[in-house]
């Protein structure tokens, strides 16, 4: 109990100290959560959403991994992270295997510019993937203890419901205060667990459900890069204001505004021309690339079967033989479909001049 007497330091941590492991907290399969604290007593001062880098000893010589920080500055008597290990994972793999109370790290930060303090609204729409869910953490937390009722749609993406980080934290969390509101969706249920959540991949269809006013709220999204980029152009397809959009992801770390990437993202063009072949009915039709390839069958005429058009039953489903589509479908069409050069005409734009079997 001695450690718990002397709670503050008289200065805010420097990563001129090193860290000391203090606890270790098992999540899932090949994932925990690892609490520091600072020898000297100092406390702990940052962003909720930004990282912190760590030199490990692993065999051969140290490397240093960048994690995001899990705890919240709103308790800044420790820093936790929380790490997933994965196939070729070394610095995080002998965290797992090595790392335990009464060891000490050198570290650097915490920097990063993802943090929704920087970007003060009413509303938020957390989305994240697997370990993506580490920033929106740290910030539901922050919220949480601000003592303020927060509004959050806390959209969360995992494998499996046992694979969900963090799930029983948020879910006393959301008990409690009805502001927060929780959606998870995962691949595939657990073996002899029911699961009455959402399944599939994440949507349009699903978004709109799990967030009526996704429009009017701030996103912040963290996960894997093709999760995040299939959000951006759900969102994109959708009408959202992208101004509002903001992302972290699992690659460089982003330190500062300047060393944000630019996304390249398909916005389409009303004033943009397109023209799409039909190539079994010989007809040629000049369009907008707005305009969708069942939408412009039918203006000439053509029937091709459709049921949701929403990209989610695949019964306009069609071969392309040539140019590009823009698609934003909703799970109608399979991965091996899409190699194959299958589209679903409700929901494809063409890009320039395409081709289809029609």
Not at 304 to 316: A, R
């Amino acid at each position: 109990m001695a450690v718990l007497v002397k709670a503050f330091g008289d200065r805010p941590w420097k990563d001129d100290e090193p860290l000391e492991c203090v606890m270790v907290v098992p999540e899932c399969t090949d994932t925990a959560t690892f609490t520091f604290r600072a020898p000297s007593g100092a406390w702990f001062d940052y962003q909720p959403g930004q990282f912190i880098t760590l030199d490990l000893p692993v065999p051969g010589g140290n490397v240093q991994r960048t994690y995001t920080i899990s705890s919240s500055p709103s308790r800044p008597l420790s820093i936790s992270v929380t790490v997933k290990a994965g196939p070729d994972s070394i610095g995080t793999r002998w965290m797992l295997d090595h790392l335990r109370p009464g060891m000490r790290l050198k570290a650097y930060g915490p920097s990063g510019i993802f943090s929704f303090v920087k970007h003060e609204a009413p509303k938020y729409l957390f989305i994240s993937a697997g370990s993506g869910i580490t920033p929106v953490m740290s910030m539901t937390t922050w919220a949480w203890d601000s003592g303020e009722m927060p509004d959050i749609v806390f959209v969360h993406a995992a494998r499996t419901p046992s694979e969900i980080i963090f799930r029983q934290r948020l879910e006393g969390m959301a008990d409690r205060v009805p502001g927060l509101q929780l959606r998870f969706t995962v691949e595939q249920s657990d073996p002899f667990r029911t699961w009455h959540g959402y399944s599939g991949r994440l949507n349009q269809i699903m978004l709109g459900l799990m967030a009526p006013d996704y429009l009017e709220r701030e996103v912040f999204c963290c996960g894997p890069e093709p999760f995040m980029q299939a959000v951006r152009d759900m969102l994109i397809a959708l009408g959202f204001d992208m101004d509002h959009y903001h992302q972290e992801s699992f690659g460089a770390p982003i330190r500062t505004e300047s060393d944000a990437p630019v996304l390249d993202d398909v916005v389409l063009d009303d004033a943009a021309g397109a023209q799409i072949t039909f190539a079994a009915s010989g007809i040629t039709a000049k369009c907008a690339e707005t305009d969708t390839v069942l939408a412009v069958a039918k203006a000439n005429g053509l029937n091709i079967p459709s049921g949701c058009t929403f990209g989610l039953c695949g019964t306009c489903k069609i071969r392309k033989t040539s140019g590009e589509v823009h698609m934003v479908h909703n799970g109608g069409i399979t991965d091996d479909d899409i190699e194959a050069g299958y589209i679903l005409a409700c929901c494809s734009h063409p890009m320039g001049a395409i081709a289809v079997e029609v």
